[in-house]
């Protein structure tokens, strides 16, 4: 089964050309807008910023339905199995 996943990239932005951007007009001191005119704005401009430099990316990812025998007991013998395969390939190649 498939899904869909929206997210941002917010790790790959580049904080250097940040400072470029022009910004957007801020009311002065004195105007009408209230706390929810602020916070509006805020909003607005920190999506813009987003829209433009970590545009919402869908991925779509499988959705595994869970094995009931695949418990953390068989997890970590699959780990040491794993991990002894390593140890013998590394002593029969030296």
Sequence with gaps: MLTSVEGESVKDIRMSPLGTI?????????TS??????????????????DKHAPVQTKLI????????MNDNVKESKR???????????????
């Excluded at 022009?22 to 004195?30: E, R, W």
């Excluded at 807008?33 to 987003?50: I, N």
Aim: without cysteine.
């Design 80 to 94: 040491s199995r794993r991990k002894a395969k390593t140890l013998m390939e590394e002593m029969h190649t030296s």
């Design 33 to 50: 807008l209230e706390l929810d005119g602020f916070v509006s704005l805020y909003d607005a401009t920190v999506r813009k910023l987003l």
């Design 22 to 30: 022009p910004s957007t007009p801020t009311p002065v001191h004195g």
């Design 62 to 69: 499988t959705v595994r339905p869970e094995i009931q025998w």
